[in-house]
């Protein structure tokens, strides 16, 4: 599996929104290339402490880009292969890895296969490469046959990833992203649906031509070990751990992600030494800023998913706190257009950007935050403390999400000088029991008198 992971900070971007591009593709137009609008971000981005950039779908598509029409080139929409190519190498000159939008349990109607069928029906030498395709009947779309379609949308067509010619297709495209773009990893969509046969193979597939690939698939429900293995996936989306983030928050209630933590990472954990994807929203969600009912929540929740066990992630523009609220049919409000020059005047909480950054310096500077065991020490209604333990060395961490201060007691790991990495180096004493202040919606994160840096 790959290692790099662990360390990594992810920054989320979902390419044909922020890069205003055109809602539908015409497949005739000039590309034009708005993906070089990322490169401009890339120094904000290390700004914030981060080394790793999730992409997500910009292959030729139709409209949103989960409808891909073509995995072997760049949606027009965004410019050509050779504008990707230049935007990987820039992450990689500015110390940032880039995963991909892998897309492959359904195509749009627009798939070249698919135009096929329709142009010559029985005939099509493609007929098999879709899932559950029949002609003794009509689809809702006015096609005089039927197939199965994406948790009933019937413009995503499933693809039989079972077929060998069509797994052939698939892992070709992906050995051209491999090859072309020097990419370092995929973001499986729709993992939950996706033949497991398959991903396995395409696991396989990716670390015989580059060990270190990570591939992480979109989960919601389910036992994520059945993913995550030696055989599959390297991680998936933490969706049981984005529900509690907030609505621990709203709810002041922290026994809530409390129990989440302890049951996936505690010393009975059922995902310990798995580095699961953690995030507060992102392109198919509302807007963190959104759901929160206090804005002030915004630095604890960040305290917390950038200390806890896994890998964290940030949405483009909510480190600005940016509003947006998905519509019925309609995720536009949370894909906005974005430029990085007029971005943080779009939020509401300009601070938040540099509190990120504080707290991702700590994570970089400590083993334990990033790769390290957890234990919990305390739990209240608006109060969470637990332990991140690495090889001897140990952190604390208190997270106050109270408009007060409060006084936060545990016991101490470990007896002697604690420092508090993230408010100045402050030392707090310990015998017995660990004691500090923690300031209203804010942290502190104590590195034990064993701890050094990595």
Known sequence: MANWAWDAFFYHVYPLGMCGAPARNDFASPPVARLDQVRGWLGHMR??????????????????????????HVDRRLGTDETLRHLVS?????????????????????????????????????????????????????????????HGHFDL????????????????????????????????????????DFQQALAAHCRSLRPDFWLVGEIVHG???????????????????????????????????????DRQFGPKGMYRGLPLYNFVDNHDQDRIATRLDRREHLYPLHCLLLTMPGVPSVYYGSEWALEGRRLPGDDSPVRPAL?????????????LAQAISRLAAVRAELAPLRRGGYLQLLVA??????????????????????????????????????RDALNGGEVIASGGLLEAEVAPFWARILVGPAAGRS
């Open 47 to 72: 700004e914030l402490g981060v080394n790793a950039l999730y992409l997500g779908p910009l292959f030729e598509s139709t409209a949103h880009g989960y409808d891909t029409a073509d995995y072997y």
């Open 90 to 150: 820039a992450c990689h000159e500015a110390g940032i890895r880039v995963i991909l939008d892998g897309v492959f349990n359904h195509v749009g109607r627009d798939f070249w296969a698919f135009r096929d069928v329709l142009a010559n029906g029985r005939a099509s030498a493609y007929c098999d490469w879709f899932a559950g395709l029949r002609f003794d009947g009509g689809s809702p779309q006015g096609d005089p046959f039927t197939y199965e379609g994406w």
């Open 157 to 196: 067509v499933k693809l039989d990833v079972g077929n060998p010619r069509v797994r052939e297709h698939l892992f070709g495209a992906v050995e051209s992203w491999i090859s072309g773009f020097g990419i370092d990893g995929l973001r499986l969509d729709a993992a939950d649906v996706l033949d497991l």
């Open 223 to 261: 036992d994520y070990r059945r993913w995550v293995n030696p055989l599959t996936l390297d991680s998936v989306t933490n969706y049981e751990c984005y529900k509690g983030l907030y609505s621990s928050l709203v709810d002041r209630n922290y026994f809530e992600i409390a129990y989440a933590l």
């Open 339 to 351: 430029d990085v020059a007029t971005a943080e005047a779009a939020g509401v909480e300009p601070a």
């Open 381 to 418: 209604h608006e109060q969470l403390s637990f332990a991140r333990d690495l090889e001897g060395e140990t952190v604390v961490v208190m997270i106050n999400s109270a408009e007060r201060s409060a006084g936060v007691r545990v016991a101490a790991p470990l007896d002697g000088a604690w």
